[in-house]
């Protein structure tokens, strides 16, 4: 079976296994917007504008980048540290975490989270979330976040990945009194309808035991050139960017950001039409999700959602694969979660109307065998049947 792996989007190594092209793959596995990036971006990539950035060394210091997103969040610079995806920036939080005591991770959760504090040996203790099934509380509708147990340092997302529930910003500021340091990764919030009523950004200058971790690459659909920021208070920002590589953020993710953040109401109205896109798109397929058979999608306020089974879904994602050349996101390598489980992306109506014909085409066949088939290997076209077990 190999290595579970930590992240979706995998789509070099599913396609060299199956033995097609990466193009051929419909990705629900990473969640990322479908419709990134913007036109002028699109253009400055084709060489019309960014081949600077290709000769110089990045500017160490990122001065235009931080005073975008310094602009943006009504910060000072010195207030924002741009990094090479949340993914480097999690690894210096943990740095900190782990030299001030016990870290509280929420399980299900986040590989990513322990994984960087096993960098410093830093010791963790679950936090159990319930997951709520029935959807009392609304798809979209913002929670308390449930009381942690003990603990020195506390990590949050919000909306939560993997169940894409959204806690109250009330509900988190009354946990930056218990806590030596609170590290919130909120790299879907702005891509939540609603979602920025309820960051913790606006803490900051309040609390500088608090870390807010984001991500332009989610919200843009770039993960390929990895772009992500941290807020904090100015010394504790200062030390991490001691630490790490003297060039973390290349100079062409760098000057796309630049381009990005150049106009704010440009920003607003972008969050406005993907924040559009996740309500709708969101409603719409747990919907039709809750009418297949043998799966319960769970309520989600971000721009994937869970779906469960009584039984393992290894299979179904197989066979999703391999006869329809759809990725979804293997849940295993989430603390709490099994076999039982499986995440999707949201992508265009299109890309969803084509995951559900698939799913119904594999759940109706799983449930007409006694047992499920193993599933050969091959990549056969998504209509085709020359692959289906006998």
């Known amino acids: 079976m190999g290595l579970l792996q930590r992240h979706g989007g995998n789509q070099a190594a599913t396609a060299a296994r199956l033995g097609c092209r990466p193009s051929q793959l419909l990705d629900a596995s990473a969640s990322l917007v479908p419709f990134g990036p913007p036109w002028f971006v699109r253009r400055s990539l084709m060489w019309a504008g960014l081949t600077a950035p290709l000769r110089a060394y990045p500017d160490r210091s990122y001065a235009g980048l931080r005073s975008g997103l310094a602009r943006l969040h009504g910060l000072e610079p010195d207030w924002l540290l741009p990094g090479n995806g949340a993914a480097e920036l999690f690894t210096w939080a943990a740095r900190d975490a782990a030299a001030a005591g016990l870290s509280v991770l929420a399980q299900p959760g986040f590989a990513d989270y322990p994984r960087a504090l096993a960098c410093w040996d830093g010791a963790w203790r679950p936090q159990p979330l ?5 959807g009392s509380a609304g798809a979209g509708a913002a929670q308390a976040y449930p009381a942690p147990p003990a603990g020195e340092v506390l990590w949050l997302t919000n909306p939560h990945n993997p169940t894409g529930a959204l806690w109250t910003c009330a509900s988190l500021e009354l946990l930056l009194q218990r806590f030596a340091l609170v590290i919130a990764d909120e790299a879907f919030l ?3 309808p609603g979602g920025e009523a309820q960051s913790l950004i606006p803490l900051l200058p309040m609390h500088p035991n608090l870390v807010v971790i984001r991500s332009l690459t989610k919200l843009y659909g770039i993960a390929g050139l990895r772009l992500g920021y941290a807020l904090g208070h100015p010394e504790r920002l200062a030390q991490w960017a001691s630490w790490r590589d003297p060039w973390p953020v290349n100079g062409l993710a760098a000057a796309v950001g630049e381009r990005l953040l150049a106009d704010p109401a440009a920003y607003r109205r972008w969050c406005g039409r993907v924040q559009r896109w996740t309500g709708r798109e969101g409603a719409w397929l747990q919907r039709r999700l809750a009418q297949l058979p043998g799966i319960t999608p769970l309520p989600s306020a971000a721009n994937f959602l869970l779906i469960r089974a009584e039984h393992s879904l290894v299979p179904l994602r197989q066979a999703l694969e391999r006869r329809h050349h759809i990725l979804l996101r293997d849940c ?13 992306g949201y992508q265009s109506h299109r890309n969803n109307r084509r995951i559900l014909r698939a799913l119904r085409q594999e759940l109706g066949r799983f449930s007409s065998d006694s047992a499920l088939a193993e599933i050969r290997p091959g990549c056969s076209g998504p209509n085709t049947r020359s692959d289906v077990p006998g």
């Open 130 to 134: 319930p997951m709520q099934v029935d």
């Open 332 to 344: 295993r390598s989430f603390e709490g979660l099994g076999e039982n489980w499986l995440r999707i």
């Open 190 to 192: 702005s891509l939540v």
